[in-house]
């Protein structure tokens, strides 16, 4: 039952996926006499924790003193944007507490079990730990590797190509691979990270809008590698409507929404653009784009998925795909196109 329950959890965590970064996406359930009696998520960076949303849904409370509280994550012991979740559940006075994994987050990490018993509740940890990691598997990777979480992200066709053969002076625009099915997945998944990346070629070519129109959720913060800004300035990524970061050699004064970030191009930029991610407390990047830059996210071992269109189109000639061998983890097929997924 306590694996049921905790299933509950995550359930009930996952419909924070869009709002909870940078925050963890958090589920709670209590259970009196094998009956649920309240349930809770963390809706939004800033909002209430799940546990106390599940706390205050329970109906009557003076049954919390008999129930047993799951919770996907640990509690919380320290003083954020709201008050530790465990020294509200020892007022509460629940007498047990079943917890999926332990919180990496220095400020918590083993703590908030430790003031649960110090309090006499009973605590259970490590029940489903791979689900509970998985669900949460950004904010696992940027607290333990100090980077975010990386996703590459391509469509190609089936003889191996990402783009045509731009002719000078050609309108920017996209080219077609992908299908109305395909963009829809992708546009989900800008929704669910909290940041995009495309480098100088794509966005000349292109002229993206790196934005979620297809689905509904946050845009996620534009990023632009441009070493010799040769991005047009009337360019979709500098129209200030969505937070946008170019890194560059050069100088340039910021403008709306637009920040000119200096770094250092003899060196490794790619693990100086992560490095300031991290700093920033950016905790999850999609990369999509062009060859080189994805190529270079490969070439560096830097990834933790990669999402492969394979579309039932050929062009003969064009821009190669990148470079990439390993055993894709799920295969799908959306209308005439294949999807790889492949995952640490």
């Known amino acids: ?27 709670a359930v209590i259970v009196h006499n094998g009956k649920i009696i309240g349930e809770g998520f963390h809706t939004a960076c800033g909002f209430a924790h799940a546990e106390v949303e599940a706390i205050n849904s329970v109906a009557d409370h003076s049954l919390l003193k008999e129930s047993t509280m799951y919770v996907s994550l640990e509690p919380c012991s320290h003083y954020g944007k709201t008050p530790p979740c465990a020294k509200l559940i020892i007022e509460k006075q629940i007498p047990k507490v079943v917890i999926g994994t332990l919180d990496p987050f220095p400020a918590v990490s083993g703590n908030g079990v430790k003031m649960l018993e110090a309090a006499g509740v009973n605590v259970r940890v490590g029940v489903n730990v791979e689900e509970c990691r998985s669900l949460n598997k950004a904010f696992f990777c940027f607290l333990e590797k100090k980077r975010p979480y990386i996703v590459l992200k391509w469509a190609q066709t089936k003889d191996g190509f990402i783009d045509k053969i731009r002719n000078e002076g050609e309108k920017p625009h996209p080219t077609p691979i992908s299908n109305e099915m395909t963009r829809t997945h992708v546009h989900k998944l800008r929704s669910e990270l909290q940041s995009i990346l495309v480098g100088t070629n794509t966005a000349i070519n292109d002229n993206p809008s790196l934005t979620v129109r297809f689905w509904s959720g946050n845009n996620p913060t534009r990023l632009l590698l441009d070493r010799k800004l040769r991005v047009p300035s009337n360019s979709i990524l500098f129209n200030g409507k969505v937070p946008t970061l170019i890194f560059t050699e050069k100088e340039k ?47 560096f071992d830097l990834w933790d998925e990669v999402q492969v269109e394979v579309a039932d189109l050929t062009f003969d000639d064009g821009i190669a795909a990148p470079k990439f061998e390993a055993t894709p983890h799920s295969t799908e097929q959306i209308c005439n196109s294949m999807m790889y997924h492949y995952i640490r």
């Open 253 to 299: 004064e910021n403008s709306t929404n637009c920040e000119y970030v200096r770094i250092d191009f003899s060196n490794n930029p790619v693990l100086e653009i992560l490095n300031i991610l991290y700093r920033r407390n950016i905790q999850s990047l999609l990369v999509e784009g062009g060859r080189q830059l994805l190529q270079s996210f490969i070439d």
């Open 1 to 27: 039952m306590e694996e049921i329950y905790i299933q509950r959890c995550l359930q009930l965590a996952a419909q924070g996926r869009e709002k909870a970064a940078p925050n963890p996406m958090v589920g």
